[in-house]
């Protein structure tokens, strides 16, 4: 079985920072875009960040010049270096992956529990 596991959530002041860290594990061949989604009191859930396996990146606009993406393949991790912190920043975040399983040829997505990102004075 595939699992996802987000940590570096937790209760930081405005302009602030925080570093979450999402690692994958078990059967699993290839990991091709990894990424953040994050998901406020009252409000859907969206893309924060993504990343491909050759690197490259995409933003929401509300988190471009504060947040970066990164990724460690030889670890099979994903991170996400938030700066500058914002309350409207709180959510839940989730990380996400396409990933190759062992037991199916066809990539799907994995998704983790989610971690509680707390901005507030």
């Known amino acids: 079985q595939v699992q996802l596991v987000e940590s570096g959530g937790g209760l930081v002041q405005p302009g602030g920072s925080l570093r979450l860290s999402c690692t994958a594990s078990g059967s699993i061949v290839s990991i091709y875009t990894m990424g953040w989604y994050r998901q406020g009191p009252g409000n859907q859930r969206e893309l924060v960040a993504g990343?491909?396996?050759?690197?490259?990146?995409n933003y929401a606009d509300s988190v471009k010049g504060r947040f970066t993406i990164s990724r460690d393949n030889a670890k099979n991790t994903v991170y996400l270096q938030m700066n500058v912190l914002k309350p409207d920043d709180t959510a839940v975040y989730y990380c996400?992956?396409?990933?190759?399983?062992?037991?199916?040829?066809?990539?799907?997505?994995?998704w983790g529990q989610g971690t509680q990102v707390t901005v507030s004075s």
């Open positions: 990343i491909t396996s050759g690197g490259s990146t």
């Open positions: 996400n992956a396409l990933i190759t399983p062992r037991t199916n040829p066809r990539p799907a997505n994995y």
